[in-house]
């Protein structure tokens, strides 16, 4: 496949390290300020050369990406909330041009879903975002393959939230000594907002959502509740009774819901570090348990590429 690449971040930078790897071509890059395109295709090493000594990947316009000869657009600027911009109008571009795309954005999965099925209903180009929910963990692989057996959700699925956890109920460490730590070792962003306080476990609830039930959920729709504000002495108070506390997401025929909980200490849903799990609840299967890496650049850009090796030949 050829594909054109909009975002560089960590996630897009090792889409485009490794496409070749995976039998793909990268045609075109496009960051916030610039855009390369080479229908002959593109090297990696000196996209990137370009971009850490001049600031952008490339002297046309951004949107000149669109106008390259390409057969899948890999989505991977980062999520924004409700109107889901720019990268909802990214992907529109593309379909209304009958291109595949696969989403690591996270935002018009779970901002515009309706508006999003529609728009690919319309198109002869199909839509994947097995990236957007759990990283590297095939979560949503495994729901299509299962065929509408998948009645629930559940699981852990903001790495450094549960990071900070982990060691505050290992080290008897206050939440902003481990947030401080988290940062240091780069597990958290500088503004930790997204991660903390639920929204980015919420997100990917959502999508879970959405998925399993044909729904319309936004992030609007989820009850949300953080760490932040979680008491050190909780966490003390929980393993003197054999159990701990995650931040688990929730996705049933009655909503989404995300928050602190109390999990058997050494129970599945208690993974440590960045570690992300999912659980499944099957008609047919019982309780399926998938669990891995939830983020990364190298993680998530095989679920992207994963993907692209799912779409169909043509368009």
Do not use: W
């Not at 390290?17 to 045609?27: N, Q, S």
């Not at 370009?50 to 999520?79: H, I, N, Q, W």
């Not at 058997?264 to 799990?277: C, P």
Request: hydrophobic fraction near 45%; include cysteine; glycine fraction near 12%.
């Amino acid at each position: 496949m050829r594909l054109a690449v909009v975002g560089v971040g960590a996630v897009g930078a090792s889409v485009v390290e490794l496409a070749g790897e995976y039998g793909h071509e990268v045609v075109a890059v496009a960051d916030s300020t610039g855009g390369a395109v080479d229908d002959s295709g593109l090297y990696a090493d000196a996209v990137f050369d370009r971009k850490r000594t001049e600031g952008t990947v490339g002297d046309a316009d951004p949107e000149s990406v669109f106008d390259a000869d390409y057969d899948v657009l890999v989505e991977a600027t980062p999520t924004t909330l409700g109107d889901a911009e720019p990268g909802f109008s990214h992907v529109r571009r593309a379909l209304a041009d009958d291109r595949h795309v696969v989403l690591a954005n996270k935002g018009p999965v779970a901002e515009r879903y309706d508006e999003l099925r529609t728009l690919e209903a319309e198109s002869a180009g199909t839509v994947l975002f097995e990236a957007t929910v759990g990283g590297a963990i095939p979560v949503l692989s495994t729901i299509a393959d299962l065929n509408g057996q998948v009645t629930a959700a559940r699981g852990i699925l903001n790495g450094t939230a549960n990071f900070i956890l982990s060691r505050m109920a290992a080290e008897g460490l206050g939440y902003e000594h481990v947030l401080a730590e988290a940062q240091d070792l780069g597990v958290a962003e500088a503004d930790p907002t997204f991660d903390v306080e639920g929204t980015d476990a919420a997100l990917k609830c959502v999508i879970l959502s959405n998925v399993l039930y044909e729904d319309s959920y936004t992030l609007a729709d989820a009850e949300v509740e953080g760490i932040a504000d979680l008491p050190g002495s909780a966490l003390e108070l929980a393993a003197e009774d054999g159990r701990t506390i995650r931040l688990v997401g929730e996705v049933s025929p009655d909503g989404v819901r995300v928050g602190p909980r109390l999990v058997a200490e050494n129970g599945t849903l208690a993974v440590s570090g960045t570690l992300n799990i999912v659980q499944l609840e099957t008609t047919h299967a019982g309780r399926l348990n998938i669990s891995g890496r939830g983020a990364g650049g190298p993680e998530t850009a095989s679920a992207v590429l994963a993907d692209i090796g799912r779409l169909p030949d043509t368009v």
